[in-house]
């Protein structure tokens, strides 16, 4: 049984997808949560605030943009103003763009690693002393199958998550003495709106599922609700004995 109660926590890229459904779990299993999103309504983080709002939990909205090392100490310190101090962090925002490393415009390769590395160092940055306050903390950075397993046309995002998932395992072995704990979960294909969106977009829709779906033995994709239950649990204090591991829930494309 999961238990958050008392619990502060902060969930960037919360306005969709995996990130809303780890804001609406932790919410119903006590926690207060800090939803982050960019700024503006088509991002949907105020949504998710009013969603756990009107099923009784606590949240509030902290916009901000993770690219930016300012705006994370902004969530932060807002996070500690207003709920008294951080327990956990889900660094869960990230960019997906397709390409090679011929394709991959320098752009695109620079948005990613702004959002998907730079975003996931300096949240933590940020996140570490308010958790070294409180005399420990847990930090979960969302992966992806994609740094463990090769995909085509995924390479500048594949190297990304690559790091997250080094990272990972280098923040824990840093903080391991402060009662830090630091994991990854590694989500393979996932019926998120984004995916939603490329599926619906594609000359044949159907055809672009199948291809989506094939490419997990499971025979289809995840769902938000069951990452963000795999997020809760690396977050757990009932595995508190778990720190720098990655944990792959993929539908069976990497066994």
């Known amino acids: 049984m999961l ?40 991002h ?19 916009p901000g943009d993770v690219s930016d090392p300012e705006a994370c100490r902004t969530v932060v310190e807002t996070t ?52 070294r306050q409180n005399g420990g903390g847990v930090i979960v ?32 072995a840093d903080h391991i003495g402060e009662n830090i704990r630091v994991n990854c979960v590694c989500p393979g294909t996932t019926m998120t709106p984004a995916i939603e969106q490329k599926i619906a977009s594609a000359p044949d829709p159907a055809a672009a599922e199948q291809a989506f779906v094939g490419r997990q033995p499971i025979g289809r994709l995840g769902y938000p609700s069951e990452i963000a239950h795999a997020i809760a649990f690396a977050a757990s204090p009932e595995v508190g004995y778990m720190t720098g591991s990655v944990l792959v829930i993929d539908g069976g494309m990497t066994m």
């Open 3 to 42: 238990n958050f109660e008392g619990r502060r926590v902060i969930v960037t890229g919360a306005g969709a997808g995996i990130g809303r459904e780890t804001a609406l779990l932790l919410a119903r299993h006590g926690a207060a949560v800090v939803v982050n999103a960019l700024e503006g309504a088509a």
């Open 44 to 62: 949907g983080g105020q949504e998710t605030v009013d969603e756990i709002v009107a099923a009784g939990g606590r949240a509030l909205f902290v």
């Open 80 to 131: 500690v103003g207003e709920l008294g101090g951080l327990d956990v962090l889900v660094n869960n925002a990230g960019v997906v763009l397709p390409g090679t490393v011929e394709t991959t415009s320098d752009e695109a390769l620079d948005t990613m690693l702004a959002v998907n590395v730079k975003g996931v160092f300096s949240m933590s940055r940020a996140a570490v002393p308010a958790m």
């Open 141 to 172: 950075n969302t992966g992806s199958v994609a740094a463990i397993k090769g995909h085509t046309d995924r390479a500048a995002y594949a190297a990304t998550k690559g790091a997250v998932v080094a990272l990972t395992r280098s923040m824990a």
